[in-house]
């Protein structure tokens, strides 16, 4: 297990690397450049040859590079000049991080809890009512947009209902505590009960339209798992030996059926982000989706690069995670 979780972080330092190099490449080859950004239209000759040279940018593209590796190895990534202007970007991302984590650990968490033991009801159920309700709830997670969706919820649940907040992380004139950024879990360790609940109410239909996807592919992963598991040799050897059915649900069905869907729940996870960006857009929560389109719009690229490589980062340790925890379910893995 030593032997293959070293050769993983082996890996992971060469992808980071990679990553590095490809968002360094890519940042510049945007239209107007960081000169651009940050002296704007009206900037002369002179003050912009001045900036480059101050920022190196006369330089060859290696050693620019490597400055920027070792600025990016610090927390360096720069000043933000559209998302908070004035702002060291690393501290914009920081500031902002909470509400993403926040919201996509409870999308993952929605799309988990319903996704795996549906679709190993559905699997086990095959071509029963259960199982055509969920197949068409699941092609209707991936084929409606999710922004779609989110103004969908938000207009029914929020505008006309008036069960849920429209918008925003928490209620405005709100007296709490925000010592981590995480607003439920700072009400919940404050013991400020009224403002975790106030928390929690504002991310449930963000969280209900974000989880969509995640949910649909978890369940039908879930669900083809399990019936490739059902028709496998070893799973008609436990039967006929007599062994009882949660013995043969628990040891064989169930733990065998969730190497793919470990996989799969990994790659979700990174992949929150994408939908997060729309979400945080539409539900005006102020996290690392909303930062990452604000920078594009505004041409902020500290933030851009900041954000970028964190997402990247957190995306790698999340394969990471999920490499280890397929090795502990699958013993096998540990000896390739």
Known sequence: MLRYTVRRLGQLVIVTLVLSLLLFAWLRALPGGPVSALLGERAT???????????????????????????????????????????????????????????SVLALTIAVLVGIPLGYVAGRRQGGWLDNLSITWSLLGVAVPVFFLAFLLKYVFAIELGLLPASGRQEAGTNATHATGFYVLDGLLTREWDAAWNALLH???????????????????????????LEED???????????????????????????????????TGALL????????????????????LGFQRQDYAVLQVVIMATAMVYVLVNLVVDLAYAVIDPRLRTR
């Open 203 to 229: 991310l449930l239909l963000p969280a209900a339209a974000l989880s969509t996807i995640p949910f649909a592919v978890i369940f039908r992963i879930t669900r083809a798992s399990v019936l490739d598991v």
């Open 274 to 293: 994408s939908g997060a960006v729309l979400t945080e857009q539409v539900f005006n929560i102020a996290g690392i989706g909303q930062a990452l389109s």
């Open 45 to 103: 000759e002179r003050s912009r040859a001045e900036l480059v040279e101050q920022l190196g940018l006369d330089q060859p593209l290696y050693v620019q590079y490597w400055r920027f590796l070792g600025r990016a190895v610090t927390g360096d990534f720069g000043v933000s000049t559209g998302v908070q202007p004035g702002t060291p970007a690393l501290e914009v991302f920081l500031q902002r991080m909470p509400a993403t984590i926040e919201l």
């Open 234 to 268: 070893y799973v008609r050897t436990a039967r006929a030996k007599g062994l009882g059915a949660t013995v043969i649900r628990t040891r064989h069905v169930l733990r065998n059926a969730m190497l793919p869907v470990v996989t799969t729940v990994g790659l979700q």
